[in-house]
C-alpha cells in the first residue's frame, strides 16, 4: 500500500530550502532564500512562527532546544528553540556556509563552507573548533558519524571525503560525483547520511543510484538503483530504526528502499516536478517530509507502513497470506501467485550448494527466481547488507519471503528525438521533385528521377541573372542564392567525399566555379551564402568559412550539432542542438556573428525560444536584415535589438489557415512594407514544385491583449511600429544613410498614435496613464499633450505635462550642445573609394559586374558621413529644436503655471495675435522671453540680469560668434567666476533699481497688454462654443502646422 502524500503549501519564497523535524516530532522546521526560519505545528499549520535570520539561509538543524543555520552573512547562528532568541554565532567563514548538522548528543556542530573548509564547532563553547582542511572545490554537505568518530564531506570537486575527528586528518576519499566550480553550479547538492545506530554504512549520493560505503573497511558494499529515478539523486535520509533509506532526486522523485532486501518499497513523484533539496524522517518513522526549490513544503504519510517486519534469524518464518496481500496493489496479483503456495507459506526456500564460490547466490530469492537487478546491485563481498552470514558456508538459509515487485515503469519525461538538419525554405530530401531552396532572390529546384537528376536556378529579376540548368551528377541535396552566387553542397558516400560548388556568376573573371572537398568522414549539414562569403556547417561540429571566390577563411566549432544556418550581409544566423530536449521540446541554441571590419559575436549560444512542443521549420533575415525565425506552430519571431536581442512574437500564421491541416511556408519576411511572404499549403506544411505555388502577403501583429478594442488597438500598432524600426538603427550604426523620409514618416506615426491614446485616456480619467504616455511622446508633441489637457479642464494634469516638457526641453538641449561638441572635436575624414558592399554598380571601377542588379533594401543605400543617431524609445527626435533655460531658476509651480498660460494664448488668440506671441516658427514652444512675459511680468530684476545687461557688449566683442544661448552661458560662467562681495552688491544694485518709475511704467504697460489678450479670449470664446469629440479635436488642432 503506498504512502499517502499529502498536499503541498507554500513554505518560503522561490529558490533553495531545507527542512527537518524537532527532536519530538511535534514541530516541522524550514528555512528558505527569503531568509526566513519557519516552525510549523503540523503542515496544516496556517500561521507557523517565523525568524528572520539573515537575507538568505541555506541550511537548518535542531537538537536539544537548539537551532543552527547557515545565514548568507558568511557566519553559522545560533537560535533557542522554540522561542527563537538569538543565541550568538557558532563560527564565521569568508564565504557563505552552505549546510550545517549536529552530531548525535548535540554538542557539536560541522559546517561547510564556500572556501573549501569544514569547520566542527563545541556548541557550548564556540571557541573549541576543529577545521578540516584538502578539499579543493566549496564544501556540499557535511554529516557526522553517529559514534562521533568520523566526519563525511562532499565538496564541487567531485569527491567525498571520511575525516578522522580527533586527528583533524582525512581517512579515505572517492571521487564520485561531477566536478563544478560552485554549488549553484553543482548537479547534485550530495546529502551524505550515516545509517543511525552504529554507523555501519555512509550512504553517498553518485549520479541515479547511492552508494553504500561500510565503516572501517571503506569498501563499496552496495549500491541502490531504481528505474523509476531518471535524474541525480540530490539528498538521501535514513530512518530512525536506520532499515530504510529514503532519497529525493533533480527532478522531483522519492523513492525508499529496504535497505536488508535492496527493495524499493515506496516511489512518489513530486505532483509538479520541482526539484527536491530538503529531506527528513520524522523520529517515530512512517513520515516524510521534504521541500522544494520552488520554496513548497509537502509530507508523505504512512511511509513503510506495510513494508515486511524482519525479526531476528531466530524468529519463526511462517507468514500467511493475508500478511502479504497489504504488499503489493492489484497489478501484482500475478507475481504474488507465482511466489506463494496455497497454504500461503513460501513455495521454495533457497539451499546452501556447498559451493562457496557461487556468485549468484545472493542474486537467488526465495523463489527461485532471479531478483530484478534494475532495483539494486550487490556486491559479492561476503560483508554486504543484508546476506545471513553466521560463519557456516552452506547452512540452508531460513525460509523468508520476499515478495516480487512489479516492473517499474518510467514515468519521467522521455528524450525527443533531435532534429534534423535543414535548409530554411527548402523541401523534405526524399522527394524527386523539391525546392533546395526558395529566398527572396530566387528558387533553386532540383528533379532526381528516371529521365533527369538535374538543378534548375531561377531569379525573380532577371536582371540578377539568367535562369540556368546544371546537371546534378555530383547528386547536391542542399543550396543556397545570393545576388551573387549559388552554393550547392552533397554528402559523401564511401567513394567520395563531401563536396562544396559554388556558381559565383557576379564574378568579372572567366573562372566562375570553384569546388572543394571536405575532409574524410566530414559531411556538409547546412550552408548559407551573405555578401562577399560563403558558410558551410558540417558534420565534424565545425562551421568553415569561404571567400565568395574560394579562398578559405576562418574555421570555428559549435557547441552541438547544426541545425540550419542563415546569411544577410555581413551577419551569420547559426542554430544548434545545444542539448537534449524532453516531452516533444527541442532544445536549440542560436548564435548571431558578424563580420565585416570588426568581427564580433551579438547572441553568443542563447536558447531559441520555440513554442511548446514545435520544432525550427525556418530562420532567416528580413530583407532589412533584422534576424527572424518561425517554428511548426506558425509563430513568426524577430530580434528585438532594441531589448537586448530578445526574440519579439510578430505573427501566428495558424491564425489564418482555414483548417487544422493547413499550414503557411514562409519564404521571405519585410519591414518596410510590413509583409510575410509566404505559400498556403492545403492540407500539406510545404508546397509542390508543379504548379508553380503562388505567393500569399500577411499582416503582422503582435499578441497584444484585447486587441479589439481601441485601446489595445493603438497599443500594438505603435509598439509594432516601434519594433520595425529598429533596422534602421542598425543600419545607420553600421555606416549606411537611411531614408530620413521613411524614419520621419515612422516616428510621425509613432507620435499620433501616442496622441490618440492619450486623448482616450484623458477621456477615460487615466491622468497616470496619461503622463506615462507623454513620458514616450517627443517635447514638441507634449506641449500638444498640455493643450489638450488644458482644453479637456485638467489643470493638474497640464501642470505635471508643463513640468514634463520643461525637463524634455531642458535634456534635449543638453544633448544637441553635446552633439554638437562631438562633432566639432571629431577630424574631417574622407570616406572617397568606400563601396557599399549591398550595391553593385555597372559604373564601379572595379568592374564587379556590367550587368544590372535586382532591387534590394540595401541597394539605395550610402555610406554615411556623419555620426548615427540612435532611436530612443519615443521613436527618436522629431526635430533639433533649439531650448533656453530661464535666466533665474524658479519654482516650478510657476514655470508650470508661466507654460499654462503660453499655452492657453496660443490656443485662443487669433492668427494675428499668435504671430505676435511667436516671432518664428522655428523657435521653441517655451521661450525665456514668453516665460518672463507672462507669469514673471512683475518680479523686479535679479542682479545677474543687470550684470548682464551692462556687459552684453563686452562678452559680444571676446566672442562675436554666440548666439543668444551661448551668450547665456558664458554670462552664467563668468558671474559665477565674481567674487561673493561682487555678487552680492550687483543684487543690491538691482534690488535698489526696482522702485524706479521707468520699470513701474514698463510694467504697468505690460500688465495692460496681457489684459487686452486675455478680453479678446474671451470675446472669441463667447462667439465660437461648438461641441467636438476626441477624434474631431485631434484633427483640429493636434497634429496642425502652426
Known sequence: MPAERKALRYGHSEGHTDVCFDDTGRYIVTCGSDGDVRIWEGLDDDDPKSINVGER????????????????????????????????????????????????????????????????????????????????????SVAFDPKDEFLGSSSCDGSVAVWKIDDQVQVVSWNVLQKSSDVSNAKSLCRLAWQPGFGKLLAVPADKSVQLYERNSWNNVSRLSDDFIAQPVNVVAWSPCGKFLAAATIGGFI??????????????????????????????????????????????DGVAASSPQHGSKNNEVGISMGNYDDLFDEDDDGHLAEDLSENGLAANTVTGGGNEDDEDDDLMPSTGRPRNRGAFLDDDDDTSVGR?????????????????????????????????????GSTPVHLMH????????????????????????????????????????????????????????????????????????????????????????????????GQGWAAVATSALLVRIFSIGGLQREIFSLPGPAVCMAGHGQQLLIAYHRGTGFDGEQALGVQLLQFGQKKRQVIHGEPLPLSQKSYLSWMGFSAEGTPCFVDSEGTVRMLNRSLGNTWTPVCSTRESCKGTSDHYWVVGVHENPQQLRCIPCKGSRFPPTLPRPAVAILPFKLPFCQTATEKGHMEEQYWRSLLFQNHLDFLSSSGYEIDEEARSKGQKEQQELLMKMFALSCKLERELRCMELAELMTHSVVTLAIR?????????????????????????????????????????????????????????????????????????????????????????????EPALKPLVPRPKSKVTQGIIMVTLLQMNCPKIARKNLEPATEEPYFSPALHLSVPFSSRPKTGFQLWLEENRKRILADKPDLDETDIIKEAMSLFRALSAEDRLSWTERAKGQSGGTADLKKRKRREENVEEKRNELQENSTKKTKTVDTSARLSAFAFNKT
Open 788 to 880: 489638450y489637457a488644458t482644453r479637456s479642464h485638467r489643470m493638474a494634469l497640464a501642470q505635471r505635462l508643463g513640468e514634463l516638457a520643461l525637463e524634455k526641453a531642458t535634456a534635449q538641449h543638453e544633448e544637441d550642445h553635446e552633439d554638437d561638441e562631438e562633432q566639432s572635436e571629431l577630424p574631417s575624414t574622407s570616406k572617397e573609394g568606400r563601396v557599399n558592399p549591398f550595391k553593385v554598380s555597372a559604373s564601379n571601377p572595379s568592374g564587379l559586374s556590367a550587368q544590372p542588379r535586382a532591387t534590394n533594401v540595401l541597394d539605395s543605400m550610402t555610406p554615411s558621413s556623419r555620426k548615427p543617431l540612435s532611436l530612443g524609445i519615443s521613436g527618436g527626435k522629431q526635430s533639433k
Open 434 to 529: 523539391r525546392f533546395l531552396v526558395w529566398n527572396s532572390v530566387g528558387i533553386v529546384r532540383g528533379y532526381n528521377d528516371e529521365q533527369d537528376n538535374a538543378v534548375d536556378v531561377e531569379f525573380h529579376d532577371t536582371s540578377v541573372h539568367h535562369a540556368m540548368h546544371l546537371t546534378n551528377t555530383l547528386g547536391h541535396t542542399m543550396a543556397d542564392m545570393s545576388q551573387e552566387a549559388v552554393l550547392l553542397a552533397c554528402e559523401g558516400t564511401d567513394e567520395l567525399a563531401s563536396k562544396i560548388q559554388c556558381l559565383h556568376f557576379s564574378s568579372w573573371d572567366t573562372n566562375k566555379e570553384w569546388m572543394v572537398d571536405l575532409p574524410k568522414e566530414e559531411n556538409a549539414k547546412a550552408l548559407c551564402l
Open 255 to 300: 523513492v525508499v528502499w529496504d535497505v536488508d532486501t535492496k527493495q524499493c518499497i515506496e516511489r512518489q513523484k513530486h505532483e509538479k516536478g520541482y526539484t527536491v533539496c530538503g529531506l527528513s524522517w520524522h523520529p517515530s518513522g512512517g513520515q516524510i517530509v521534504y521541500t522544494d526549490t520552488e520554496g513548497c513544503l509537502g509530507l508523505l
Open 57 to 140: 539561509a541555506y541550511s537548518v538543524a535542531l537538537k536539544n532546544g537548539k537551532l543552527v543555520t547557515a545565514v548568507s552573512n558568511n557566519t553559522v547562528q545560533l537560535h533557542t528553540f522554540p522561542e527563537g532568541d538569538p543565541d550568538g554565532i557558532l563560527t564565521r567563514f569568508t564565504t557563505n556556509a552552505n549546510h550545517v548538522t549536529f552530531n548525535g548528543d548535540g554538542s557539536r556542530v560541522a559546517a561547510g563552507s564556500s572556501d573549501f573548509m569544514v569547520k566542527i564547532v563545541e556548541v557550548s563553547d564556540s571557541s573549541q573548533q576543529k577545521t578540516l582542511r584538502g578539499h579543493q572545490a566549496p564544501i556540499l
Open 388 to 424: 545471513a552470514n553466521d560463519g557456516r558456508v552452506g547452512t540452508p538459509l531460513p525460509s523468508v519471503p520476499c515478495p516480487a515487485v512489479s516492473q517499474p515503469r518510467y514515468e519521467g519525461p522521455m528524450p525527443t528525438p533531435p532534429q534534423k538538419p535543414f535548409q530554411p
